[in-house]
């Protein structure tokens, strides 16, 4: 027991900065939420009106979960839960791996595997620090909603609900690790099912039945196949129910349990899924520049599209059922009216361009990974191996941002294509819906500046380059799309790349706002390439 | 063989600072074509810097470098054409099969020789399906070593490239070795064990601290140092200790060891003749006693040292870093 009590601190210790900023980050988040609904929507009669436009409408449903009656706590839960359950399952997910799959592959169980300890010891401790951690996270989340003013024990209960999803997916991340051999397959299962249990929430909740008020809704048989469903069925500040969460808890034990049994008959090293070997030769393409980059990008342009069509296939399908019941409750159509920029624009296009502009987020994202997978490859020693090669440096730069851009394309290209079939299926394609597919490209161009920028961080500070790629992005995506909301001056806001970004198809394409784009990316990229054959390669 | 048209490797007073660290201070390095010449020096001395400058991956912070004549770091892509480089610690991409890097890395030199990858994999012994996450460091190593050996190059850039080898292995590396010397390429081989530069290279040159403080054939540098001698059957052994010329005098139990400068070979010679001896042995001065000479502690004035190399003093000297074959 003391061994295991080693293990468990060993563990946290590792995780000293990393767990902090998750629950940190998480309860700042709640509290954030919180307060702004507390200030926008103070009193009932604003919260009836942003519940019964959620209720009227499946996209909100998807996206945010259930409406579950007036009050702020009821508000907030509403808003924020579905994001703050995602987080909790992300957090427990890397968690876990971290500590047993990764480790492992790494060799460093094999250390721990000497040790006078039952062979399962690790895992477990994994899963008492997995459980920890969740518990510390529905503490704090608690304490986040009673600082923002919200009733003790609905906070209470609301945190529960976050940390209660944390735990279920503790035990699903540990059988993951069981199941697949590397750490990065392992990550990729439990967080691809983490955003499964978003999505069919989602379904159920969109399929919901409003009730007569249209301030609460009822969720369909899909949300009880989620566990982020399970939460939201806690109602924590309309009329608690704890017993609920006792469900996940019992299924979390099954899997950990499932995991520490597999754990405890397996090899180390071995997995039930096992590693297959490679090919002998190198395919096509396997001996340039271009094909490594792309075939180190591949799995991770695969996430994203996968991703941008579910956001644009919800955008497709549920867009015109927004506009049906939208365009028959009064109060809903003016409100609508008053927020859509130009008003006359259509309803349904409107709830498009605003899910393109994700998927162009999307795309960016999946640029800049590629780009910065550079500076991976140089301080892991592969690039020493490259660039010992007859090829420029410029090459190899070219190399990785052509792959990245062409991700970024495929990516706001694939979000366009399942819009267009979502709408085509709904019924009311008239053969304008493959305009989407544009549409959505065009949110290409300012994606590119943030290439370029990362790679002239790259070639400039290649020390600093991680941080300054994303920090880059980060800013332009705060000051692009809440610099309004922040109250900004327009030139900050307008430093964004996104801001330039035409917002088809409700705006009309922004030819010169493009092309300005374009040129600046492409000046970057040449300034990258300059700066990168003048420095030491580093590690 | 010196000339300087004719080297395929000229370096002349390399500085590279890293911050405040200096790696190279004034460091000479110089290449005839077609030798085997051995880069010695313990970890850290700037072996690996020294090749990533001759490779254009760094810049050096002053001095001149050519590799065929051409500046590697303003036109690093001409050098390389003619190049084969195998790192000192090889990194490889986790999820690509060893076969896969293989063929990507020749690919990149311009396509390698499919019947000289084939027996190259088969006298390496080397599974190139599996993924390279599951390579030990010696496999990775082989990775790089094929693909260095699977395509014919002028030049052959090799950082300590038998590190992870076992003797099996370090054999078929020093097959390769012969095989491209042959061909008539030149090889520049880091390394800090010793027995590896002794039976590969022709000339060597010693580095320490950023600085070549030795360059020869093997030959040259010997008569850099003393001659061992055992001697048993001595009447009087513990008289040899006032023996002029006899250096670092050990006495056990029936056999004098000392060392000798070439210069007083005659002199002590003569001084240990005498009818009761029983055995005498000579020994030449080894590669080892040469590195030790060179990078044991403080040690500036080697002439004056009387330091004790003998069999009693070696426990003391271990922590100087000796070791069988290598020094750290």
Same mark, same amino acid.
């Given at each position: ?7 468990? +601190? ?57 409406? &579950? ?44 595997? =000497? ?45 529960? =609900? ?23 397959? !392992? ?62 808890? !019992? ?57 941008? !069509? ?48 994700? %998927? ?11 780009? +910065? ?20 440096? %410029? ?13 970024? %394309? +495929? ?27 544009? =549409? ?53 806001? &307008? %430093? ?44 | ?81 003619? $190049? ?58 082989? *990775? ?106 050990? $006495? ?15 002199? $002590? ?12 042995? *000579? ?25 004790? $190399? ?19």
């Amino acid at each position: 027991m003391a061994g295991m009590l080693r293990l468990v +601190l060993f563990q946290a210790r590792q995780d000293r900065v990393t767990l902090p900023v998750w629950i940190l980050g998480i309860t700042l988040l709640s509290f954030a939420t919180s307060t702004a609904v507390a200030t926008q929507f103070g009193d009932e009669e604003s919260q009836a009106a942003i519940l019964t436009l959620a209720a009227s409408n499946p996209a909100f449903l998807f996206l945010r979960g259930l409406p &579950d009656g007036t009050g702020v706590g009821a508000v907030v839960f509403f808003q924020g839960y579905a994001f703050t359950a995602v987080l909790a399952g992300l957090m427990s997910t890397f968690l876990v791996v971290r500590h047993t799959r990764s480790d492992e592959e790494l060799g460093r169980d094999e250390l721990l595997g =000497a040790v006078p300890l039952p062979r399962a010891a690790s895992l477990a401790a994994t899963l008492v620090l997995g459980t920890a951690a969740n518990l510390l996270l529905a503490v704090f989340v608690a304490a986040g909603f009673v600082a923002a003013g919200l009733p003790a024990g609905g906070a209470f209960a609301a945190g529960s =609900a976050v940390g209660t999803v944390g735990v279920f997916f503790t035990g699903v991340a540990a059988l993951a690790a069981q199941v697949l051999p590397t750490g990065r397959g !392992a990550n990729g299962a439990a967080a691809g099912l983490v955003g499964a249990a978003y999505l069919v929430r989602g379904v159920g909740d969109a399929l919901g039945t409003p009730s007569a008020d249209l301030l609460h809704v009822a969720s369909a048989w899909p949300s009880l196949l989620s566990p982020i469903g399970w939460g939201q069925r806690a109602r924590p500040f309309t009329s608690p129910d704890l017993a609920v969460l006792l469900v996940l808890l !019992a299924a979390a034990a099954a899997l950990g349990t499932l995991a520490l049994l597999v754990r405890r008959r397996r090899d180390v090293g071995a997995s039930l899924l096992r590693q297959r070997n490679g090919r002998e030769h190198a395919g096509v393409g396997g001996r340039s520049f271009v094909g490594l980059a792309w075939r180190l990008q591949r799995s991770a342009v695969v996430g994203w599209c996968v991703g941008a !069509a579910a956001i644009g296939a919800v955008a497709g399908a549920l867009g015109p059922l927004v506009s049906e019941t939208v365009s028959s409750v009064a109060p809903i159509r003016d409100l609508i009216a008053r927020l859509v920029p130009g008003g006359q624009a259509g309803l349904v296009d409107v709830f498009v361009t605003a899910l393109l502009g994700i %998927a162009g987020v999307f795309a960016a994202t999946a640029g800049i990974q590629a780009v +910065l997978r550079m500076r991976a490859e140089e301080t892991e020693g592969r690039a020493e191996l490259l660039l010992a090669a007859p090829a420029s440096r %410029a090459r190899w730069l070219g190399a990785n941002l052509l792959t990245a851009a062409v991700s970024a %394309a +495929l990516v706001a290209a694939t979000t366009g294509a399942a819009a267009a079939v979502g709408l085509g299926l709904s019924g009311i394609a008239d053969g304008q819906a493959w305009s989407l597919v544009p =549409a959505a490209l065009a949110h290409v161009p300012a994606a590119l500046v943030f290439m370029a920028a990362a790679a002239v961080a790259f070639a400039l500070v290649p020390r600093l380059s991680i941080v300054l790629g994303w920090g880059m992005f980060a800013a332009g995506l705060v000051l692009g799309e809440f610099g309004e909301l922040f109250g900004l001056p327009v030139w900050l806001q &307008d %430093a964004s790349p996104f801001r330039h970004s035409s917002a088809m198809p409700v705006e009309p394409f922004n030819q010169g706002g493009a092309l300005g784009l374009l040129a600046i990316a492409a000046a970057g990229a040449a300034l990258a390439a300059y700066c990168l054959r003048r420095r030491d390669l580093t590690s | 063989m010196n000339a300087t048209a004719e080297t395929v490797i000229e370096a002349r007073g390399l500085v590279k600072d890293f911050g405040r660290t200096r790696a190279l201070d004034g460091l000479d390095l110089s290449v005839a074509p077609g030798e085997v010449h051995g880069f010695l020096g313990p970890n850290g001395a700037g072996k690996s810097t020294t090749l990533r400058i001759l490779l254009g991956l760094i810049r050096p912070t002053a001095g001149t470098v050519r590799v065929f004549g051409i500046d590697p770091w303003t036109d690093p892509v001409a050098v390389h054409r003619d $190049v084969a480089y195998v790192p000192g610690d090889v990194s490889l991409w986790p999820n690509l099969s060893g076969g896969e890097v293989i063929d990507l890395l020749t690919g990149l030199r311009g396509g390698g020789d499919e019947k000289l990858r084939r027996s190259l994999i088969e006298e390496f012994e080397f599974d190139p399906r599996k993924k390279a996450r599951n390579y030990s460091k010696g496999n990775r190593q082989k *990775v790089a070593l094929i693909a260095a050996f699977a395509r014919p190059a002028r030049l052959y850039l090799l950082d300590e490239p038998s590190a992870g080898l076992d003797p099996v292995m370090d054999a078929v590396f020093r097959r390769q070795i012969e095989r491209v010397s042959r061909d008539g390429a030149t090889v520049l081989l880091s390394s800090h064990i010793l027995s590896e530069v002794e039976q590969l290279c022709d000339r060597m040159t010693i580095i320490r601290s950023g600085t070549a403080v030795e360059t020869g054939t093997l030959g040259e540098l010997r008569h850099l140092r003393r001659t061992h001698f055992r001697v048993t059957g001595l009447a009087d052994p513990s008289r040899l200790a006032a023996l002029p010329g006899a250096h670092a005098v050990t $006495v056990s139990d029936a056999a004098v060891e000392f060392d000798a400068d070439p210069r007083d070979l005659g002199a $002590v010679l003569a001084g240990i003749a005498e009818p009761g001896i029983s055995s005498l042995s *000579v020994a030449p001065p080894s590669l080892e006693s040469l590195f030790l000479r060179h990078y044991s502690s403080s040690d500036g004035n080697s002439n004056d040292r009387k330091s004790r $190399v003998g069999k009693n003093s070696a426990a003391a000297n271990s922590s100087s870093g000796r070791t069988d074959s290598e020094v750290n």
